[in-house]
């Protein structure tokens, strides 16, 4: 699916000091917000488009379940599921176009859908049979950033390259709650800030840093930290899809008209572990986990699609069997990946050839052909 872009008029790109709230469109219980700003930046979205969006949150949120199972069976050495992300993850993809680019950390498998890679490719490296999934180039998205933060350095720098080039697309860059704790993030706010360059910082505030909640690491709002750089922020509901690409596709236009970067702070929450070898229930309550449950992304764009007469129970069961099919064609995928030979360890380390390497990898085949010689 593809939403087309939406032309922001220029007396627009500065209107962010004319609202201070959270941005939310969409009430919890699904019902169009009236007084909010920005629903001129989503006019356009139509019946269609809304159920392509939930389509896309349905799909996505099946294959992070289906990635959870196959770690939990032992197929996957890791994964970080995304469960309640995914409208921050949707809208904010879908605010793209196919020229702008996009760093993200190891959680946004929603946003590589929106891309358009393959499902397979993403769990290459969670499986341990590549030391990627994708060509960025193919798609306009960096593989995941395993170092928290270290992807809004990349994001600064690939878009200063574009500005050097005078091009006029964009970049954005995704991270949680607990990176906007790393230097990194300083670094990257300070640099894109001085040299006015097109970056998005695109923050899913998803309420814990691993164990750690945000009230401990930051006692104001993460979209208020872009004010000390200049840098306009905006503080969306992360579980409304609407205001989450309303919000985006401002920030977007801002860069595309030479206006530097922007944080979007997206309020939501994650629902599942932080990684598969986490435990929630550790660090955190039921009680909080039934009221952020309430606000899911999915239940409340149901309810919007079913009290505007645009859905049934027949759209259902239409994404359902879409989703389950993606599910099934992503196991398959996984499973019937070939395991890499030892030797793959030691390729595409350097451009050209390295002795120490070889070294490394003679001394490691050698190694492996003892056990071979006792079997």
């Given at each position: 699916?593809?939403?087309?872009?939406?032309?922001?008029?220029?007396?627009?790109?500065?209107?962010?000091?004319?609202?201070?709230?959270?941005?939310?469109?969409?009430?919890?219980?699904?019902?169009?917000?009236?007084?909010?700003?920005?629903?001129?930046?989503?006019?356009?979205?139509?019946?269609?488009?809304?159920?392509?969006?939930?389509?896309?949150?349905?799909?996505?949120?099946?294959?992070?379940?289906?990635?959870?199972?196959?770690?939990?069976?032992?197929?996957?050495?890791?994964?970080?599921?995304?469960?309640?992300?995914?409208?921050?993850?949707?809208?904010?993809?879908?605010?793209?176009?196919?020229?702008?680019?996009?760093?993200?950390?190891?959680?946004?498998?929603?946003?590589?859908?929106?891309?358009?890679?393959?499902?397979?490719?993403?769990?290459?490296?969670?499986?341990?049979?590549?030391?990627?999934?994708?060509?960025?180039?193919?798609?306009?998205?960096?593989?995941?950033?395993?170092?928290?933060?270290?992807?809004?350095?990349?994001?600064?720098?690939?878009?200063?390259?574009?500005?050097?080039?005078?091009?006029?697309?964009?970049?954005?860059?995704?991270?949680?709650?607990?990176?906007?704790?790393?230097?990194?993030i300083a670094e990257a706010l300070?640099?894109?800030?001085?040299?006015?360059?097109?970056?998005?910082?695109?923050?899913?505030?998803?309420?814990?840093?691993?164990?750690?909640?945000?009230?401990?690491?930051?006692?104001?709002?993460?979209?208020?930290?872009?004010?000390?750089?200049?840098?306009?922020?905006?503080?969306?509901?992360?579980?409304?899809?609407?205001?989450?690409?309303?919000?985006t596709r401002l920030a977007l236009?801002?860069?595309?008209?030479?206006?530097?970067?922007?944080?979007?702070?997206?309020?939501?929450?994650?629902?599942?572990?932080?990684?598969?070898?986490?435990?929630?229930?550790?660090?955190?309550?039921?009680?909080?986990?039934?009221?952020?449950?309430?606000?899911?992304?999915?239940?409340?764009?149901?309810?919007?699609?079913?009290?505007?007469?645009?859905?049934?129970?027949?759209?259902?069961?239409?994404?359902?069997?879409?989703?389950?099919?993606?599910?099934?064609?992503?196991?398959?995928?996984?499973?019937?990946?070939?395991?890499?030979?030892?030797?793959?360890?030691?390729?595409?380390?350097?451009?050209?050839?390295?002795?120490?390497?070889?070294?490394?990898?003679?001394?490691?085949?050698?190694?492996?052909?003892?056990?071979?010689?006792?079997?």
């Open positions: 699916m593809a939403i087309a872009q939406l032309k922001v008029p220029a007396e627009r790109l500065t209107a962010w000091a004319d609202y201070d709230g959270l941005v939310q469109l969409i009430s919890v219980d699904g019902q169009r917000t009236v007084g909010c700003p920005h629903w001129d930046l989503v006019a356009d979205v139509d019946a269609l488009q809304l159920r392509d969006l939930y389509r896309d949150m349905a799909i996505v949120r099946r294959l992070d379940a289906e990635a959870m199972a196959l770690q939990r069976q032992g197929e996957l050495g890791l994964w970080a599921p995304l469960l309640g992300q995914e409208a921050a993850q949707v809208g904010s993809a879908r605010a793209l176009r196919p020229d702008d680019f996009a760093f993200t950390s190891y959680r946004e498998h929603g946003v590589a859908y929106c891309r358009g890679v393959d499902p397979v490719d993403m769990l290459r490296m969670w499986r341990g049979s590549g030391l990627s999934g994708w060509d960025p180039a193919r798609y306009n998205l960096a593989t995941p950033a395993i170092i928290v933060g270290s992807q809004a350095l990349h994001a600064t720098g690939y878009a200063l390259g574009l500005t050097l080039e005078d091009a006029k697309s964009a970049v954005i860059t995704y991270f949680g709650d607990g990176a906007t704790s790393e230097g990194d300070g640099f894109a800030a001085s040299y006015m360059v097109p970056v998005v910082f695109f923050c899913q505030n998803n309420q814990w840093a691993i164990s750690e909640p945000v009230r401990l690491q930051s006692h104001a709002s993460i979209a208020q930290r872009g004010r000390g750089y200049g840098i306009p922020g905006v503080q969306v509901d992360g579980n409304d899809v609407l205001a989450v690409l309303a919000a236009a801002r860069a595309y008209a030479g206006q530097g970067p922007t944080l979007i702070e997206a309020v939501t929450y994650r629902m599942g572990p932080h990684t598969t070898s986490d435990d929630p229930t550790r660090y955190r309550s039921r009680a909080e986990e039934e009221e952020w449950r309430a606000k899911d992304p999915l239940v409340r764009l149901r309810a919007l699609l079913h009290s505007e007469g645009v859905a049934d129970d027949g759209f259902e069961h239409e994404v359902a069997a879409a989703a389950g099919n993606a599910a099934t064609a992503l196991r398959s995928g996984v499973l019937d990946m070939p395991n890499p030979e030892p030797a793959a360890l030691f390729e595409h380390v350097y451009a050209d050839p390295h002795p120490l390497l070889e070294a490394e990898r003679d001394a490691y085949l050698q190694y492996l052909a003892e056990y071979d010689e006792v079997s």
